[in-house]
């Protein structure tokens, strides 16, 4: 089945040691997210990739950085996590074949855990 | 700049009960609506959209939603619950712009009890 997939689910790392997400996709779709999700929180993004176009939020911390090396993988690199890091990371996909207010497609997540 | 209010954190409601969870949006711009459900530990799956035309919306899972444009609403429902609908949801707004950002709600966890 076509998907996204987030790797790796649970990921603890130390605070200041810098730390990478993955995801990927088998959807073939042209833009990608990424949303952070605290704990009872709704999910905030932080930037997305419009093809190979950058487009980063512009409260997104200069401690996130991201890199698309083809259409099917995306990194979320956070370069010096803290405390406040700690969430839920949320990768999602949208095709261009539809309009712009098309679906969403959401991997499972990957949970961060900052010691 | 488009926000959205959910009315309720948390909706405890008895199995096969009927339920309504509440979305108000706010935008000056024309909008698309969606609620998404978070399982937990999951990603968020969509529900529902309204992207136009009829005003009342049938998802998967036996919901529904009704766009009032002149309250700003987009409350979603269901007739009969089940245990397995407890769940986070999250109501959504999209611009009519290329990008496609989501504005989520705060969430409501809704717990269904036996």
């Known amino acids: 089945d076509a998907m996204v997939i987030q790797n790796p689910r649970y990921q603890v790392t130390q605070f200041g040691k810098p730390v990478t997400l993955s995801c990927s996709q088998t959807?073939?779709?042209?833009?990608m997210y990424w949303y952070q999700q605290k704990s009872s929180q709704a999910p905030k993004l932080l930037f997305h990739?419009?093809?190979?176009?950058?487009?980063n939020e512009a409260d997104t911390p200069d401690n996130f950085q991201s890199r698309r090396p083809n259409t099917s993988f995306c990194f979320l690199d956070i370069r010096s996590p803290g405390l406040g890091d700690a969430a839920m990371y949320l990768c999602a996909t949208r095709g261009l074949a539809g309009p712009p207010y098309d679906e969403q497609f959401f991997g499972p997540g990957t949970r961060l855990t900052v010691l | 700049a488009q926000s959205v209010t959910q009315l309720d954190s948390q909706v405890p409601v008895f199995e096969e009960a009927p339920v309504e969870l509440r979305c108000n949006y706010s935008s000056s711009v024309s909008v698309y609506l969606f609620w998404y459900v978070q399982y937990p530990n999951q990603g968020l799956q969509l529900l529902l959209k309204y992207l136009s035309g009829s005003t009342l919306v049938k998802g998967i899972n036996g919901f529904e939603a009704e766009f009032n444009k002149s309250q700003t609403s987009f409350h979603l429902r269901k007739p009969s619950v089940h245990i397995s609908d407890t769940a986070e949801y999250f109501c959504?707004?999209?611009?009519?712009?290329?990008?496609?950002?989501?504005?989520f709600g705060q969430g409501t966890t809704l717990q269904v009890k036996p």
């Open positions: 959504a707004v999209s611009a009519s712009s290329n990008t496609g950002k989501l504005i």
């Open positions: 959807l073939n779709h042209n833009v």
């Open positions: 990739y419009y093809d190979k176009d950058f487009n």
